[in-house]
């Protein structure tokens, strides 16, 4: 990677002095020099070696995900998953904090059992096209029964998750306790509008 950074041609300098022609030149070659000179794949390889990782498969694919119990009796599990572009490497930060709350000035009540999902569309451990008819939602996750699979707890009767698991939160298992998102994909109105003139209208609320 670092040899074919370093053998970037790039292009002549833009004409502006700001971004209307693109990503200015020395925005692009100050990100390569961090590639090339100060990224340490080797510190985030280890941190995710230090966490249990397991692979399953639902509906003929290897579904690949980082399972942490926390040491409290009764935490809540609960699935993790990330939106594209990103990675699961975006979530190792709340692993903690959300195993061991004691640690951190929280209570034990406060404790969750973690599943995080990495999303098919970035799993490097498959290699595989999705069977016919397998939407985006359910090859990140999979169906709403089978999120238990995903769990590795048969039984768990208390599931949250964020992302594309509106998916379930509208399949509305009994399991289901609830979800969370920070990206609800709804707009109002006229902000819909301007954002996406002349296209396909998207679901909005007024």
């Not at 451990?125 to 359910?138: A, I, M, T």
């Not at 208390?158 to 698991?165: E, T």
């Not at 709804?186 to 954002?195: C, L, N, R, V, Y």
């Not at 996406?196 to 609320?205: A, D």
Request: glycine share 8%; proline share 8%; with cysteine.
């Amino acid at each position: 990677m670092r040899r074919r950074i370093n053998a970037t041609k790039w292009p002549e300098r833009e004409t502006v002095t700001d971004a209307s022609q693109g990503v200015q030149l020395a925005t692009m070659q100050a990100l390569a020099r961090y590639w090339a000179t100060e990224y340490d794949w080797r510190k985030i390889e280890a941190k995710m070696k230090a966490l249990p990782q397991f692979i399953t498969e639902i509906d003929g694919l290897d579904i690949h995900f980082i399972h942490v119990r926390s040491k409290h009796e009764n935490a809540l599990p609960l699935i993790v998953t990330h939106g594209w572009p990103g990675s699961i490497i975006e979530q190792l930060k709340i692993v903690d904090p959300l195993t061991n709350p004691t640690a951190h000035g929280g209570n034990a009540s406060d404790a969750f059992h973690l599943v995080i999902r990495q999303c098919r569309a970035t799993d490097t451990q498959e290699n595989r096209p999705p069977p016919v008819g397998c939407c985006p939602h359910r090859a990140c996750l999979g169906r709403a029964d089978e999120a238990p699979r995903v769990y590795e707890i048969r039984g768990a009767r208390r599931r949250l998750g964020r992302g594309r698991h509106r998916r379930n939160g509208l399949q509305a298992p009994p399991e289901l306790l609830g979800i969370h998102t920070n990206m609800p994909g709804i707009f109002p109105g006229d902000i819909d509008k301007a954002a996406f003139p002349g296209r396909r209208r998207h679901r909005s609320v007024s």
